[in-house]
């Protein structure tokens, strides 16, 4: 009986390794960024010879993959971005914004976005979301796929320079919504910044009538029956109770913002003043959506968060009122 059961045993642990490895079915080094519509923006010639700009030097210390992995049964394709050397980085998972193609990952986002984040020395996996960029499902734009976020520290398990004991999320506008909701659904987030992230759909659709009818009652499964709650599920402010409070929260907004308006992140800072969440709200003036006229700000901003929280393990700030 006892060779038997060491069979089984061995068996079962085969088996478990096996579904583990199952999660990440494709990783395909991107070598050459020549060919892409990008490059002609990140090079200069100097001397005869073409050349990363000053700006974009640090391509060189990063390794950039398509990659494709397991989501209910789905077929996910995304991007991941980490340092060529050699360790054991903390991770961060970026949220693509938009929706359908708009927003789409391109190879601009493994360079830029993630890029500027990978070269910190992070690895950053991003998804393109079902129904998206080749990916199998449809798209419910706060729905299910909010699973393919909540599943990446499980696919992150099989990148050997990941540590997972430190991950982080990020994501803009309706990837700070997709951001939102993960934080409520998964316990292995340790920290997260949001950019002019929608917290509250019925403000969006009422300001933006398109928002509704061109996308939001398109991609949400039976909208039209479901309205309320459909749109209650993708309205972070409406159910801030539900945040854990050992997760602190960087909110970026610029106030000339017309997509999201500024007071989608004031709305939220004070939903987490009530239930004592731990946040912190940075408004630009006249701040676009991408706060485009303070990017330096707001890269430093977002690398010195990640950094306090997830690399220099930072306790949490006493959320209790207190002092004198």
């Given amino acids: ?11 079962q642990i085969f088996s478990c390794q096996a579904q583990k490895q199952e999660l990440l079915i494709d990783k395909t080094l991107i070598s050459d960024l020549s060919n892409t519509p990008i490059y002609s923006n ?3 010639t100097i001397n005869d010879k073409i050349v990363w700009k000053e700006a974009y030097k640090y391509i060189d210390s990063i390794e ?9 049964g789905l077929k996910i394709n995304g ?10 980085f903390p991770c961060v998972i970026f949220n693509r914004g938009g929706n359908r193609d708009f927003g789409a990952l391109k190879i601009a986002h493994g360079v830029i976005p993630m890029g500027q984040i990978a070269k ?11 129904g998206n960029g080749g990916s199998e499902g449809q798209e419910e734009f706060g729905g299910t796929d909010v699973n393919d976020v909540t599943i990446l520290p499980k696919v992150l398990e099989e990148i050997e320079e990941a540590n997972t004991d430190k991950i982080g999320m990020y994501g803009w506008s309706r990837g700070g919504m997709m951001t939102y909701i993960a934080l409520t659904k998964t316990n292995k987030i340790k920290t997260a910044v ?3 992230a929608i917290s509250d759909s019925f403000k969006t659709i009422a300001e933006r009538p398109e928002m509704e009818t061109q996308v939001i009652a398109e991609l949400v499964p039976d909208y039209n029956i479901k309205k309320e709650e459909a749109l209650t599920k ?4 409406k159910w801030a109770n539900k945040f854990p409070k050992n997760v602190p929260i960087l909110m970026l907004h610029g106030n000339a913002d017309w997509r999201v308006k500024s007071e989608h992140s004031l709305k939220m800072a004070l939903a987490f003043e009530k239930y004592r969440v731990p946040y912190k709200l940075v408004i630009f003036e006249g701040g676009d959506h991408g706060i485009s006229e303070h990017k330096t700000e707001v890269n430093t901003q977002i690398i010195s968060w990640f950094n306090k929280y997830l690399k220099n393990d ?7 009122y207190h002092g004198r």
């Fill in 314 to 320: 930072t306790p949490l700030p006493d959320m209790k």
């Fill in 120 to 130: 910190e020395g992070y690895v950053v996996i991003a998804s393109q979301y079902r």
């Fill in 42 to 44: 990140l090079t200069e």
């Fill in 1 to 11: 009986m006892k060779p038997l059961f060491l069979m089984i045993f061995a068996f």
């Fill in 234 to 237: 993708r309205s972070a402010v």
């Fill in 79 to 88: 991007l991941l971005v980490k340092p060529k050397q050699l360790g054991n």
């Fill in 194 to 196: 949001v950019g002019g």
């Fill in 64 to 72: 950039i993959y398509k990659i494709t992995y397991m989501s209910d």
